[in-house]
């Protein structure tokens, strides 16, 4: 799935969310959206994988890949207080693109490795709602595609190696967090713990870590 299908689900989320919603809950002026956009810290030791630094010492320890990324959240107020409708979207990138060695016609000892993904995901909030401090959570359900590619190319070295392993997952997935929101007029900030699961095509992921979200209430 491309970017640009992301982007079509994530407006017609976005369409969906309005037909539940009534014009007389915004009559008041108080509970308007509210949009979100947070920083990912996510962490991948849940989906270790020692097979290739078997094979090659220089391998990436895949449970210790550093990887951040971009969640973009809106929440819906309806007419129950205590819970808010959500859409989000979601990116995230690995930094440890790696290159080993260097390659000739003669002579090849490399290593590539790359993690990369995002989704869209619709959702409830319920929420413990005060005028400064708020408990917040997201249970949420959504499309993600997320992908995780090893490449070795050694013929330099014994044990000699030549792998190229790209594990993906496309199709249903689902999202939790849990935190605590900090609000001063229309800004607020809502750290959280959450969880992210992506499965499909033979394939899943599951990672957990931070989200250190900006918020903005209109």
Same mark, same amino acid.
């Given at each position: 799935?491309?970017? *640009? ?8 989320? +976005? ?7 009534? =014009?007389?809950?915004?009559? =008041? ?15 991948? &030791?849940?989906?270790? !994988?020692?097979?290739?630094?078997? *094979?090659?010492?220089? @391998?990436? =320890?895949?449970?210790? @890949? ?8 809106? !929440? ?17 990138? %690995?930094?440890?693109? +790696? =290159?080993?060695?260097? +390659? ?5 000892? @490399?290593? !590539? ?13 319920? *929420?413990? &709602? ?15 595609? #997320? ?5 070795? +190319? ?7 190696? !030549?792998?190229?392993?790209? *594990? ?5 997935? @689902? ?10 007029? &229309?800004? %607020? ?7 992210? #699961? ?21």
């Amino acid at each position: 799935m491309t970017y *640009k299908n992301y982007f079509v689900l994530f407006v017609f989320l +976005i369409s969906s969310i309005k037909l539940f919603s009534q =014009d007389r809950i915004y009559e =008041d002026g108080k509970n308007k959206p509210k949009i979100e956009i947070g920083y990912l810290h996510l962490y991948n &030791k849940l989906n270790t !994988d020692s097979y290739f630094r078997l *094979k090659y010492s220089n @391998a990436t =320890d895949n449970s210790q @890949a550093n990887i951040g990324g971009l969640n973009l959240k809106i !929440d819906f107020p309806n007419s129950y207080e205590w819970f808010d409708y959500t859409i989000g979207t979601l990116f995230i990138k %690995g930094f440890d693109e +790696i =290159d080993l060695g260097y +390659i000739n016609p003669s002579s090849v000892n @490399a290593h !590539d490795y790359n993690i990369n993904g995002g989704g869209v995901y619709l959702g409830i909030s319920p *929420k413990i &709602k005060g005028k400064y401090i708020s408990l917040t959570s997201v249970f949420g359900v959504g499309v993600f595609s #997320f992908k995780e590619y090893v490449g070795i +190319i050694n013929n330099s070295v014994t044990p000699f190696v !030549d792998e190229h392993n790209l *594990k993906a997952s496309y199709g249903l997935g @689902a999202i939790s967090s849990i935190g605590v929101s900090f609000n001063v007029g &229309k800004i %607020g900030i809502n750290p959280s713990l959450t969880g992210i #699961f992506s499965g499909g095509s033979g394939a899943s992921f599951t990672f957990y870590g931070f989200n250190f979200p900006l918020s903005y209430q209109f």
